[in-house]
């Protein structure tokens, strides 16, 4: 069976980032990311052994998030100018690799991951997706898996989760998808489309939101090849 492994770039480098102590070089170009990023790239693919890579990343321009709700991440810091001014390498260094990179105005990184996982299991692929950005669980199926870095007691290890896994995990579904919980997550209102305090409630996404999310078919002119 052929697998291909996704990976969510500005998720893995923004850890990366965070994990190490900055580093610089000779020209005052931190690259504690850079390392970070390229360690943590090579230990899955030696670890997932697929077939196909993809590497996705989100731009600048707004999102269709953004143009729906104003205040959509608005309560989110900016990425520190030590982590973006590396961002630019680590796709050149990917791209000296021949790995594609995938990224579209109007649309984030796990949109982008969300389609193609759907797309290649349609083929008959097996699905890895690396990331630590919970929202890409939505997409899990017994044939797409997530792992997902998780730092625990100071060391790295890694979580697997099919979609049996993330039932097991969350003991809740809300219409076929994942449950939010408005306290963990800060733009709760711009998933469920009503403008309510985060509570300690479960809140119930729209399920309209969640399928624009991830299945952006209409939207990704490109076979998937």
Sequence with gaps: MSKIMLVDGNSIANRAFYALPPLSNSKGIYTNAIVGFMNMFFRF?????????????????????????????????AMPDELSMQMPIIKELLGLMNVPIMQMEGFEADDLIGTMAKAYEQKGYDVSIVSGDRDLLQVTTDKICVVMPKTKAGHTEVERYYENDVIEKVKQRVNGNICLNSNANVDERSFSGREKEASADISRPSPEFLCKRCYIHSQWNQDPT
């Design 45 to 77: 693919y030696e670890m997932e052994k697929p077939d196909l890579i993809r590497v996705a990343f989100d731009l600048k321009a707004p999102t269709f998030r953004h143009i729906a709700y104003k205040e959509y991440k608005g309560q989110r810091k």
